[in-house]
C-alpha cells in the first residue's frame, strides 16, 4: 500500500537552527511527529521512497555537515510520563521519547524518587539518552532503564528493547553502533527507587554540598547542587550555541595511568570497572586550552570541555578545532580525546 507523505512535510529545512550547536546544512525532507502511527507512517514512506532517515531530538548531541542530509529528518515529538508501576521500594515510569529530559527529571524529584537526580540539566530528549547512554556526576541512563520502545524499521513493526539489548557502554550504545538507524526510539521505561540517595562522590558536587552544610542531601537538594555547579561553569547553549560536554573523559589502564602520574602526580583518575577514567577537561587545562578561540570557535573559559560557536562558524571550521585539540592533548600526555556527539554527513 503506497503511503502517504507526513504531515507537515516540508523539503529543503535548514538543520542548524535544530540542533544547540547551530550547524547543518539543508535536509531533502523534514518532518515532526508526536505519535507512534506518525512515526510508522514516515518511515514506511521514506522507505518506499528510498530515503534514509535520520531522527532528531532537540539536537544537543549531534553535529551535522553544512553540505546537508540527502535524508527525512524525523524530530520525534512524542509526550508522554505516566508512572505505570510501583510499590514501597520503587516506582517505574514510562516517558515519551520527545520529552525534555530535565523536565523528566524534574518530575522525578517532585516524586521523591531516586536514580535520575544528578542528570539535571542535561539537554535533550528522552528518547536520545539511552543512545548516547546519557549520564553526569555518576549516574548513567543504564542504571535505570529497564527497556526501549522503538519503531523497527527492518522489520516494520514496534519492538521492545531491556537493557543487555541495548548494549549500554560508556557514553555509548548499540543505537550507535550495530544498531544504528535501525530503530526509532519513541519511548523509555525507567525504573527508580524510593530510597533515599546515594550521596555524591564528585568533589565538586560534595564541595557545593558541604558549603551548603548539607551531609545527607535527598534528592531534591541533590539535583539543585547539580542545577549550581552545572550553571557555574556551563552555558545554557540556548544562549551560547554549543554540544555540551564535547569529549569523553578517556578511559585508560593502571599501566597507563601508572605512566601518566610519574610526570602528573596530581592528574585525577577514577575508578571505572577495572580500568580508570581520566578527567578530559583536566588534560585541556593543562594543555592551556580554557578559553582558547581557533577557527572562529571557542573552549568555553568555565569549562574547557565545552566548544562554544558564538561566531556560527561551520562544520568544516569545527572539525580542524577537533582535530587541533585532539593532536594538543595527544602530543603531551600520549592519550587520544574522543569527541562525545554524533557526526552526520
Same mark, same amino acid.
Not at 507512517?41 to 540527502?70: K, P, R, T, Y
Not at 569523553?248 to 593502571?254: D, G, M, R
Given at each position: 500500500?503506497?503511503?502517504?507523505?507526513?504531515?507537515?512535510?516540508?523539503?529543503?529545512?535548514?538543520?542548524?537552527?535544530?540542533?544547540?550547536?547551530?550547524?547543518?546544512?539543508?535536509?531533502?525532507?523534514?518532518?515532526?511527529?508526536?505519535?507512534?502511527?506518525?512515526?510508522?507512517?514516515?518511515?514506511?514512506?521514506?522507505?518506499?521512497?528510498?530515503?534514509?532517515?535520520?531522527?532528531?531530538?532537540?539536537?544537543?548531541?549531534?553535529?551535522?555537515?553544512?553540505?546537508?542530509?540527502?535524508?527525512?529528518?524525523?524530530?520525534?515529538?512524542?509526550?508522554?510520563?505516566?508512572?505505570?508501576?510501583?510499590?514501597?521500594?520503587?516506582?517505574?515510569?514510562?516517558?515519551?521519547?520527545?520529552?525534555?529530559?530535565?523536565?523528566?527529571?524534574?518530575?522525578?524529584?517532585?516524586? @521523591?524518587? &531516586?536514580?535520575?537526580? $544528578? /542528570? =539535571?540539566?542535561?539537554?535533550?530528549?528522552? +528518547?536520545? !539518552?539511552?543512545?548516547?547512554?546519557?549520564?553526569?556526576?555518576?549516574?548513567?541512563?543504564?542504571?535505570?532503564?529497564?527497556?526501549?520502545?522503538?519503531?523497527?524499521?527492518?522489520?516494520?513493526?514496534?519492538?521492545?528493547?531491556?537493557?543487555?539489548?541495548?548494549?549500554?557502554?560508556?557514553? @555509548?550504545? &548499540?543505537?550507535?553502533? $550495530? /544498531? =544504528?538507524?535501525?530503530?526509532?526510539?519513541? +519511548?523509555? !521505561?525507567?525504573?527508580?527507587?524510593?530510597?533515599?540517595?546515594?550521596?555524591?562522590?564528585?568533589?565538586?558536587?560534595?564541595?557545593?554540598?558541604?558549603?551548603?552544610?548539607?551531609?545527607?542531601?535527598?534528592?531534591?537538594?541533590?539535583?539543585?547542587?547539580?542545577?549550581?555547579?552545572?550553571?557555574?561553569?556551563?552555558?545554557?547553549?540556548?544562549?551560547?550555541?554549543?554540544?555540551?560536554?564535547?569529549?569523553?573523559?578517556?578511559?585508560?589502564?593502571?599501566?597507563?595511568?601508572?605512566?601518566?602520574?610519574?610526570?602528573?602526580?596530581?592528574?585525577?583518575?577514577?575508578?571505572?570497572?577495572?580500568?580508570?577514567?581520566?578527567?578530559?577537561?583536566?588534560?585541556?587545562?593543562?594543555?592551556?586550552?580554557?578559553?582558547?578561540?581557533?577557527?572562529?570557535?571557542?573552549?568555553?573559559?568555565?569549562?574547557?570541555?565545552?566548544?562554544?560557536?558564538?561566531?556560527?562558524?561551520?562544520?568544516?571550521?569545527?572539525?580542524?578545532?577537533?582535530?587541533?585539540?585532539?593532536?594538543?592533548?595527544?602530543?603531551?600526555?600520549?592519550?587520544?580525546?574522543?569527541?562525545?556527539?554524533?557526526?552526520?554527513?
Amino acid at each position: 500500500m503506497t503511503q502517504h507523505p507526513p504531515k507537515n512535510l516540508r523539503e529543503q529545512v535548514k538543520v542548524a537552527p535544530y540542533t544547540t550547536m547551530r550547524v547543518g546544512g539543508p535536509c531533502d525532507f523534514f518532518a515532526e511527529v508526536d505519535d507512534v502511527a506518525g512515526v510508522a507512517a514516515a518511515c514506511e514512506w521514506a522507505g518506499e521512497q528510498e530515503i534514509e532517515v535520520f531522527v532528531l531530538g532537540e539536537g544537543s548531541n549531534v553535529i551535522v555537515s553544512d553540505a546537508g542530509l540527502h535524508r527525512l529528518v524525523l524530530k520525534i515529538e512524542i509526550p508522554g510520563f505516566e508512572v505505570i508501576d510501583e510499590d514501597d521500594e520503587s516506582a517505574t515510569l514510562q516517558i515519551g521519547a520527545g520529552e525534555h529530559w530535565d523536565h523528566v527529571v524534574e518530575r522525578a524529584v517532585k516524586l @521523591d524518587l &531516586a536514580g535520575i537526580e $544528578a /542528570m =539535571s540539566m542535561i539537554p535533550g530528549t528522552a +528518547g536520545a !539518552t539511552p543512545v548516547q547512554n546519557a549520564g553526569a556526576y555518576g549516574q548513567e541512563i543504564a542504571n535505570t532503564l529497564v527497556e526501549v520502545q522503538a519503531y523497527d524499521r527492518l522489520i516494520h513493526k514496534m519492538a521492545t528493547l531491556n537493557r543487555e539489548e541495548c548494549g549500554f557502554g560508556y557514553r @555509548d550504545s &548499540a543505537f550507535k553502533g $550495530a /544498531m =544504528s538507524g535501525r530503530y526509532v526510539i519513541v +519511548g523509555v !521505561t525507567l525504573k527508580l527507587s524510593k530510597q533515599p540517595p546515594a550521596e555524591p562522590t564528585y568533589a565538586s558536587l560534595k564541595r557545593y554540598l558541604e558549603a551548603q552544610d548539607i551531609h545527607k542531601p535527598n534528592v531534591a537538594q541533590i539535583r539543585s547542587a547539580v542545577m549550581a555547579v552545572r550553571a557555574r561553569i556551563l552555558p545554557d547553549p540556548s544562549v551560547v550555541p554549543n554540544a555540551g560536554s564535547f569529549f569523553k573523559n578517556p578511559i585508560v589502564n593502571k599501566r597507563e595511568l601508572d605512566r601518566l602520574r610519574l610526570p602528573y602526580p596530581d592528574m585525577p583518575a577514577f575508578e571505572f570497572g577495572d580500568d580508570y577514567k581520566l578527567a578530559a577537561g583536566w588534560l585541556l587545562d593543562q594543555c592551556g586550552l580554557k578559553g582558547a578561540e581557533h577557527y572562529g570557535l571557542k573552549l568555553h573559559s568555565g569549562h574547557a570541555l565545552v566548544i562554544t560557536n558564538p561566531n556560527h562558524a561551520g562544520y568544516a571550521d569545527l572539525m580542524k578545532l577537533v582535530e587541533y585539540v585532539v593532536a594538543v592533548v595527544y602530543d603531551r600526555f600520549g592519550v587520544t580525546l574522543e569527541p562525545e556527539p554524533q557526526f552526520i554527513t
